[in-house]
């Protein structure tokens, strides 16, 4: 091992605690041994740093730092440049605050566009997804700062998060859920990655052998740490031994106590506690040489902000060329957005920014003629016909309105699910209005994940912004005036209706499961193969100019072609490479991305441009052989400017290496098809090789039940604290604002109390909790103050072991 000769000095009970946070955010130093304290912080697209006292919530202060677009609005710029430049941003601004690992990227993918962390997330592709999360790493590690992708592994779902078992087959958690983790490894190098909340196949992430040791360290070659999520770590024992390093926030010594006893009854080796020792060691003694500045470019900082945010910003919609606004039009500015930007989600990647733009703020910046500025609807969405009138009587005299509107705060959040696709009614009729008085409505939407629009006709230019960060308010005035050229496009499909979507009859859960029954039809794989009518494709987005695609040639190393600028106006394109199988004997999607090249054109320039064939660009996962292959075939090469809009296509024929085929049509024809919603349960079980997994509650809740889950409770104390958490979070909903504690709590299994409570509550008193709670009311009380007792003494005799 690399850091034996310290390994050698400690005790048994130092390396046990040592793999367990000492707080909120820091690991347990030696300072006898020389081992100093690693510091980790949120920070996907901002650090949040807390001065003070600490949550993983954003509930607390933290210190200012920049707030960048996040993941989901970079992704929509296809620049693995950018994401870079970003990194390097976010590393340098941790490494001076003192912050030795940077929790994030996150790239899981998303299933639904209702889960509520879509934001901080990148794209419905793996391949996007993983590309520009190894783009965001690399810059974050060149700062001296380990930078850690999450959550590993799908955890496409905030109900239930740390209560749920994702149920899938194996191909699926290959080429859907673990690709882009893959991509991150070994293409980005990461030194860490965060473990997520939820079982995968029954067994919880921190703890499944084969994600953490098979898949990540002996397939891939990760060599850096394991992190849990912050309270996912489930039994810490088989997390150590299954190859997780790091327990946090802070579960007290009784984790270390467990550790202990299970290396003595044989549970787990000796040789496991060592190794995770060493690995956190290489982290922490790595990590902590870096020297904090205390400061960063500010603004510098600020102005990288509103570049990526004008580079990710995507045009969907412009009508009679609208857009760009000409000098002196007469605008009127409608919406609170206007005012009071949305440009971050809430949760733990909440960032106190070192300032925000609103386009209250900016306007006076450009040359318009401002009219006059209405919120026009309230923000909580209650309707007021005081502020319509206001609004309808600007805009009637306007030459063109700018519209701010979207997801308020309650739509988007860590710990919540959206229960729909629509925005805020209010902002609809206030919309409908506006439309009647005036037909140059020019829509701008801040929402961090795809929306429905059947209100889209109101409008002659549309610009979907995401959530685009502290520079947010100027890189839209830049666009919308032509000072800067739009060159976004989706990082995932707009589809006409929630109805449409592929999990749509799946998600989020059933109970304790979520069945992945649409396998690896997710996002624009099922629509192009389904055959689904959608609103804005996956890969979609305009320009004030036009682009050429010609000469195009296939070769086994790759594709290359000719792109030209053929408009007036300078400008980049993102050329997308998609590959397709006709008459594939393994069932797979009609397209999928396997490449882009996102190339800046100055008007009249051409470029010549390479998009190279990887190891996964004609991979499968075959589920017979248990390993890659390849299916031999003519394969359709196609370079487009977005999924359905593809301008050069060649035929190519590539040599398989499949001699077993893993599926029969005849018992699959539904994944054959495309036709994900008419699965059964016999089809299901033919394509998991293995009966259904029951995820059925049962009459009494156990460690891994959420608290959510009390209303069936035993105990009427039980039941009364459902009803008063149950009456927080319809009051938290009903504020327009969330409460994030609520949110937690809410979703939070009995277990997590042993593992978020600094070691004032352990293993067997959350088991007299569950006790009580199912009826047993003075077994489970005497065992809770009995074990109160215990565990402080227990607690005191193991400190003065350290």
């Excluded at 990194?87 to 605050?97: K, M, P, Q, R, T």
């Excluded at 550790?259 to 003595?264: F, G, K, R, S, T």
């Amino acid at each position: 091992m690399k850091h034996q000769d310290i390994i050698d000095q400690m005790s048994k009970e130092q390396k046990a605690a040592f793999l367990s946070g000492k707080g909120e955010w820091e690991t347990r130093d030696f300072p006898s041994l020389g081992i100093p304290s690693m510091f980790c912080s949120d920070g996907p697209h901002g650090l949040r740093k807390q001065a003070g006292a600490g949550d993983h919530l954003g509930l607390n202060g933290s210190l200012p730092a920049t707030c960048f677009p996040t993941a989901a609005t970079i992704a929509n710029s296809w620049s693995t440049e950018l994401g870079e430049e970003l990194g390097e941003a976010l590393g340098n601004e941790a490494a001076a605050l003192g912050v030795h690992v940077l929790l994030g990227p996150g790239l899981n993918i998303k299933r639904s566009p209702l889960c509520g962390r879509n934001f901080e997330y990148f794209a419905e592709d793996p391949i996007l997804a993983g590309k520009m999360a190894a783009s965001y790493v690399k810059g974050i590690q060149s700062q001296g700062v380990y930078s850690c992708p999450k959550h590993f592994a799908v955890n496409s779902q905030e109900l239930r998060r740390m209560a749920m078992n994702a149920v899938l087959d194996e191909r699926t958690l290959r080429e859907i859920y673990l690709t882009g983790f893959e991509i991150a490894v070994k293409e980005g190098g990461a030194k860490a990655i965060m473990s997520s909340y939820n079982e995968v196949n029954g067994t919880y992430a921190n703890e499944n052998r084969h994600l953490l040791k098979d898949i990540l360290r002996d397939e891939w070659g990760f060599d850096g740490i394991v992190i849990t999520d912050w309270g996912a770590s489930n039994d810490h024992a088989l997390g150590v031994a299954a190859g997780s390093d790091l327990e946090m926030p802070n579960p007290g010594l009784a984790s270390a106590r467990e550790l202990l006893a299970a290396v003595e009854s044989g549970k787990i080796r000796q040789a496991d506690v060592d190794e995770r020792v060493d690995e956190l060691l290489d982290a922490v003694l790595t990590t902590t040489k870096v020297t904090s500045t205390g400061s960063f470019d500010v603004e510098a900082h600020h102005n990288l902000a509103r570049k990526a945010a004008e580079e990710s910003t995507v045009l969907l919609k412009n009508m009679d060329k609208i857009l760009p606004l000409a000098p002196k039009t007469k605008v009127a500015i409608i919406g609170d957005f206007a005012f009071t930007p949305r440009y971050q989600g809430a949760g733990s990647s909440l960032v106190n920014p070192t300032k925000v733009e609103s386009i209250e703020s900016v306007i006076g910046n450009y040359d318009l003629q401002v009219l006059g500025m209405a919120k026009g609807y309230q923000r909580n969405g209650e309707e007021s016909a005081e502020m319509i009138k206001e609004a309808v009587d600007l805009a009637a005299k306007a030459d063109v309105v700018l519209f701010f509107f979207g997801l308020n705060e309650i739509s988007e959040s860590e710990g919540l699910d959206r229960t729909h696709m629509r925005i805020p009614q209010n902002q609809i009729l206030l919309l409908q209005e506006l439309g009647q008085v005036n037909p140059n409505l020019v829509g701008v939407i801040s929402a961090g994940s795809a929306i429905e629009m059947p209100w889209h006709h109101y409008f002659k230019a549309l610009l979907s912004c995401y959530l685009n960060g502290q520079a947010g308010a100027s890189a839209v005035m830049n666009i919308l005036t032509g000072k800067v050229n739009p060159s976004g496009k989706l990082n995932e499909t707009m589809p006409r209706r929630y109805e449409d979507t592929p999990a749509f009859r799946y998600y989020p859960s059933q109970q304790r499961n979520t069945q992945h029954r649409e396998s690896i039809y997710v996002g624009y794989r099922y629509y192009r193969t389904a055959k689904i009518p959608v609103l804005y494709p996956f890969g979609f987005g305009l320009s004030y100019t036009t682009f050429g695609y010609e000469n195009m040639k296939v070769s086994k190393d790759g594709v290359s072609f000719t792109l030209k600028n053929t408009g007036t106006v300078d400008g980049a394109e993102v050329a997308q490479l998609y590959v397709s199988l006709p008459e594939a004997k393994v069932f797979r999607a009609d397209r999928e991305l396997k490449g882009f090249a996102k190339v800046f054109l100055k008007a009249g320039e051409s470029k010549e441009v390479t998009i190279p064939f990887d190891d996964k660009t004609f991979r499968y996962w075959n589920v017979k052989t248990n390993s890659w292959e390849i299916e031999g075939g003519t394969y359709q090469i196609m370079i487009g400017a977005n999924l359905l809009d593809i301008r050069l296509e060649e035929s190519f024929a590539v040599e398989g290496t499949t001699q077993e085929y893993p599926y029969h049509t005849d018992k699959l024809p539904h994944y054959y098809s495309g036709e994900i919603q008419e699965v059964g349960d016999a089809e299901y079980t033919e394509l998991l090789g293995h009966s259904i997994p029951d995820g059925s509650w049962s009459g009494n809740l156990g460690m891994n039940d959420a608290f959510c889950q009390m209303y069936y409770a035993k105990s009427g104390l039980a039941r009364f604290i459902y009803q008063r958490l149950t009456a927080m979070k319809k009051k938290s909903d009903d504020s327009g604002i969330p409460d994030l504690n609520i949110l937690f709590i809410y979703n939070m299994p009995f277990r997590a109390m042993a593992k978020m409570t600094g070691g004032a509550v352990d293993m067997k008193m959350a088991e007299a909790m569950v006790r009580l709670v199912n009826g047993k009311f003075f077994s489970g009380l005497g065992g809770i103050i009995s074990g109160f007792f215990r565990n402080r003494s227990a607690n005191k005799a193991f400190e003065k072991k350290l």
